[in-house]
């Protein structure tokens, strides 16, 4: 009983606190997810980083933009957020940031474009975010996927990377979905949460870092309505991209 | 002999870290602006957030579009990146961020524009980041100006801006340029140095928080090449903005 008097207490001051207290993604992070252990990487100086996936990463870059580490060539999503951030830290690395994501994808459609939008650019570090299509558009009725192909294709597709680029490292970011916001409603589940389950053990038997989005999103519904974080329930607002970024960021050391 | 001895160890132990350790914006200022003693203002629930100024701030932003908040009304330079940050953070405070700065804006084009692009959108917080435009067009022939018509175009604005929103918070942009990089050349010396004291000089008139971009960037330098931080020595990368973003950040508590 004191124990569970303690908890209320502090559940209470916390709760008064918060309509005053800025949100700290570490403490969202360890809020929603303590189960989840960040594994850290280091940048070295001349890397390349590579963020892939779908619209979330796409998010208007110029598709006809060969460069790398500018707005346009970045998108304006969480991988220009991330860059913006990780270019201001680290000036003295000279770093290489590309996106190459496509709105639409799903796993099969980047191993179909890999050769090009992977191998030719020789990441270190590579960003994969897929999924939420793979089951979108089986939902409305333009694919005929399951999570065991998902399964099976994202497996492919990062054995057949690590054939080719053995020492790159990888980072997995959860397919989210922010529930009831649009095209996010009762029919996603629970078969989403196949999906998700999918791409966090590939990320385990990849070794790669796991980016907990969906935990992240829940818990920043607790600061602000669904809406404020994505408009659709898929594509994140300009403070939905931040909280990505900011999580993502925390993959480095 | 002794403290000189020491300065040098001190310096050499931080060049040999250098390539190991990211940058600190805090650092940043310290080490370029001691001197400049920040005012720091703090955010409450409902606020309203103004961006102005010219390109630097504009940076391909929808102008058609009378929203707030969104990377397609705010563009792709700073005012993105600090709203990106601040949304994030403080979610519950239920902001509107808003960017109207426009290419080749002069300190009088703002006087011509303020009903409008000012005082219909009711800002509790007003930052302005002005004057470059005023001596590189001078420069170019296609202006007129001097520093004495900036100096008291700036302060009628403020003026009339102190009389219409009397309780606005002010943040005042040191006008900025990299030396040696493209557009700025030695024509602009020492004539520009008059324009940055004279936006000191009028932000600590007003009691606004000034940001000393100059220094900022002229610290950065040292740890990446003027290129890195400013395609033309006027308009910020994207780690240049991001430079910018952290520096107005830090006048928020």
Redesign the interface.
């Known amino acids: 009983m004191e124990n569970s008097n303690n908890s209320r207490r502090s559940f209470l001051k916390k709760a008064a606190l ?2 005053l ?4 993604i570490p403490e969202i992070l360890a809020a929603s997810a303590p189960k989840y252990k960040t594994k850290h990487m280091s940048l070295s ?1 001349g890397q390349i980083i590579l963020f892939q996936g779908d619209s979330i990463t796409d998010w208007g870059r110029a598709k006809d933009d060969p460069g790398f ?4 060539s ?1 998108g ?1 999503g969480y991988p ?2 991330t ?3 990780i ?8 770093l290489k940031i590309y996106n190459k994501g496509i709105s639409g994808n799903k796993v099969y459609q980047l191993v179909d474009r890999w050769e090009t939008d992977c191998f030719a650019i020789k990441p270190d570090i590579l960003s994969i975010l897929i999924g939420v299509n793979d089951l979108w558009h089986k939902l409305n009725g333009t694919y005929n996927g399951t999570v065991e192909i998902y399964r099976k294709d994202y497996i492919a597709l990062l054995e057949m990377t690590k054939r080719v680029l053995p020492n790159v490292k990888l980072i997995i970011g959860e397919p989210f979905g922010v529930r009831g916001i649009k095209a996010v409603n009762d029919n996603w589940y629970p078969e989403f949460y196949g999906y998700q389950k999918a791409a966090r053990e590939i990320a385990a038997q990849f070794g790669a870092a796991f980016i907990p989005y969906q935990a992240i999103f829940d818990e ?1 519904r607790k ?2 309505p669904g809406v ?2 994505t408009a659709d329930g898929v594509h994140p ?3 939905g ?3 990505m ?2 999580a993502w960021l925390q993959t480095i050391k």
Chains 1, 2 share one sequence.
């Open positions: 918060g309509s207290a800025a949100i700290s100086k580490n500018t707005s346009h970045l304006s220009m957020l860059a913006a951030s270019l201001e830290k680290h000036a003295d690395l000279d920043a600061h602000a404020y974080w607002t300009l403070a991209a931040q909280l970024a900011q």
